[in-house]
Antibody, heavy 119, light 108 residues
Framework: QGQLVESGGGPVKSGGSLRLSCAASGFDFSDSYMTWVRQAPGKGLEWVSYMSSTGIYTNYADSVKGRFTISRDNAKMTLYLQMNSLRADDTAFYYC????????????WGRGSLVTVSS | SYELTQPPSVSVSPGQTARITCSGDTLPKQYTYWYQQKPGQTPLLLIYKDTKRPSGIPERMSASTSGTTVTLTISGVQVEDEADYYCQSADSTSAYWVFGGGTKLTVL
């Protein structure tokens, strides 16, 4: 059974940076699109970014474009999200999820890592 | 930016049928996925590729499409179905992924 474990969250000042990691196990990571989804406390899900299995294709939500960078290390089965110029409205739980390559479904989710940005 | 529209809330009594809609211009051209999220838990995939159910999801969870609207139907609603439900799809032009705003299902 696949598992995803996020780490790297925590408190940070507005304008600061954080790097989230997501360690994968139990599935073919190198054949999977991976994505970051966030959820502000008490709010809905918001897609943040995705990266193709080889890393060639990436995409970002307008709200984070130019500030966040997604990357992956297939040898380490780890997904990353570098977050720069953080703002208060970036405060959220950040989930990594796997997108099945044939169906596109997000079938594995991590438990999330909380990022709290204070001014 | 592309948006998917869901009703904020739906209420039903146990045993009734709940229907949650999701509307978006490109839904006829892009697959829709549905997720259930209970308080304090991570999202759970309910439906993929518009109408398909992953293994382990009960048959009373189903979905249908009609033009720019997709509908998640929960038959014989149980108290345990009380949760937030999100649709998800993609924008054909930008390839952005997008979630609907979520619908809180209350089982009275």
């Amino acid at each position: 059974q696949g598992q995803l474990v996020e780490s790297g969250g925590g408190p940070v000042k507005s304008g600061g940076s954080l790097r989230l990691s997501c360690a994968a196990s139990g599935f073919d990571f190198s054949d999977s699109y991976m994505t970051w989804v966030r959820q502000a406390p008490g709010k809905g899900l918001e897609w943040v970014s995705y990266m193709s299995s080889t890393g060639i294709y990436t995409n970002y939500a307008d709200s984070v474009k130019g500030r966040f960078t997604i990357s992956r290390d297939n040898a380490k089965m780890t997904l990353y999200l570098q977050m720069n110029s953080l703002r208060a409205d970036d405060t959220a739980f950040y989930y990594c999820a796997r997108a099945d390559s044939s169906t596109g479904m997000l079938d594995h989710w991590g438990r999330g890592s909380l990022v709290t940005v204070s001014s | 930016s592309y948006e998917l529209t869901q009703p904020p809330s739906v209420s039903v009594s146990p045993g009734q049928t709940a229907r949650i809609t999701c509307s978006g211009d490109t839904l006829p051209k892009q697959y829709t996925y549905w997720y259930q999220q209970k308080p304090g838990q991570t999202p759970l995939l309910l439906i993929y590729k518009d109408t398909k159910r992953p293994s382990g999801i009960p048959e009373r969870m189903s979905a249908s499409t009609s033009g720019t609207t997709v509908t998640l139907t929960i038959s014989g609603v149980q108290v345990e179905d009380e949760a937030d439900y999100y649709c998800q799809s993609a924008d054909s032009t930008s390839a952005y992924w997008v979630f609907g705003g979520g619908t809180k299902l209350t089982v009275l």
